[in-house]
């Protein structure tokens, strides 16, 4: 059973536990299907909280997305504001996000979409850390981890850019590109997170290294150690994809977003020797899927629908315009610039 805000729901749940009022008087049955006007009810009764009866992977329709977002941003920038004044790190709230995060990723479709809409209206470190845990509970279901593993890569990818609250911001906001000083400090981040999370009870061993070596690469290129391959943990292979491709996909002040499409071509043929395959692979199968039937604007500035994607050739679709076809496999000077919501 999963508790949820009550600013997240929808009408048409199916309460999990009792709803009394604060006298004690029961207001709604376990069982019952609240209504939009009980909803209303519940609020002016300062009702924050309900259970869902449903399993987990049925709730994603109740739940509006767009509200789990926000609540998770707001979360998110208040551990890292917690984090940057040196106090305890609240593991409930945080805990509770991830398993609504987790809620969210069931119903994939429409997955990216929305987080496409969410994205740029807010600080890029809190959209980013948001993404990255979507991003990090999408490959672990891709790749068939336990529900336990499945959140605890929600937590790391929530979390492991949370050593930047060590950078002062004149660097982190910096337009620029940075000095090898500044890259220097900037690099810390991922020890300083690590030290943050390392001695907390609710993190395990995993989550604690996947933060700390998130930005290793299987060649030795990577840092903060430069570890290679295998020394590599799991986790954290997963949450550097996560974490590439998203950088890849948002706009940033020192550089501007590609399209998920540019962003798949350029993590795949970067990742040899790089990423980890396996991971980057499953990645560059799947993620595909999701871009057929979205409109998108071409490189010679032509609109058109994505009809087919080879699953050869998973980044270059055949693209209809008008009554045309085009195949940008065949024809390798159109790229795809942007989807178009
Ligand atoms: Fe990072
Ligand atoms: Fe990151």
Same mark, same amino acid.
């Given at each position: 059973m999963l508790k949820i805000k009550l600013s997240q729901l929808k009408p048409g749940v199916k309460l999990g536990k009792d709803i009394f009022t604060f006298d004690g008087n029961l207001l709604l049955p376990k069982g019952s299907i609240v209504s939009k006007e009980q909803l209303e009810q519940f609020a002016r009764r300062n009702i924050e909280e309900v259970y869902l009866w449903e399993e987990s992977s049925k709730i994603k329709s109740q739940v509006d997305f767009q509200e789990v977002y926000k609540d998770s941003l707001a979360v998110t920038r208040e551990f890292m504001l917690e984090a940057k004044l040196g106090k305890p790190i609240d593991e409930k709230e945080i805990n509770a996000t991830v398993?609504?995060? =987790?809620?969210?990723v069931f119903d994939q479709n429409d997955l990216f979409h929305q987080m496409r809409i969410m994205k740029e209206k807010d600080e890029y470190l809190f959209t980013h850390s948001v993404n990255v845990s979507l991003l990090c509970i999408l490959i672990g279901r891709w790749m068939k981890y336990s529900d336990e593993k499945i959140k605890e890569l929600g937590l790391a990818g929530l979390l492991h850019d949370i050593g930047k609250v060590k950078v002062p911001d004149h660097i982190l906001q910096k337009p620029d590109t940075l000095t090898p000083e500044e890259f220097e400090v900037v690099k810390k981040h991922t020890i300083d997170g690590y030290n943050l999370l390392v001695d907390l009870p609710w993190i395990n061993e995993s989550m604690a290294n996947a933060v700390l070596m998130h930005h290793e690469r299987a060649d030795g290129s990577g840092y903060p150690l430069g570890l290679k391959g295998v020394k590599i943990n799991n986790y954290a292979s997963i949450v550097a994809v996560a974490d590439v491709y998203d950088a890849m996909t948002s706009e940033r002040i020192y550089s501007d977003k590609v399209s998920p499409y540019t962003a798949v071509e350029t993590l795949w043929n970067d990742s040899f020797g $790089? !990423? +980890? #395959?396996?991971? @980057? $692979? %499953?990645?560059? +199968? $799947? &993620?595909? +899927?999701?871009? =057929?039937?979205?409109? =998108?604007? !071409? @490189?010679?500035?032509?609109?058109?629908? %994505?009809?087919? &994607? +080879? #699953?050869?050739q998973p980044t270059r679709p055949i693209i209809k315009v008008g009554d045309e076809f085009y195949n940008l496999a065949e024809d390798r000077s159109l790229t795809i610039l942007e989807i178009i919501d």
């Open positions: 398993e609504m995060l =987790v809620c969210q $790089k !990423l +980890d #395959p396996r991971i @980057s $692979k %499953v990645f560059y +199968d $799947k &993620i595909t +899927d999701f871009y =057929v039937g979205n409109e =998108v604007l !071409l @490189s010679n500035n032509e609109r058109g629908l %994505v009809v087919y &994607i +080879d #699953p050869g």
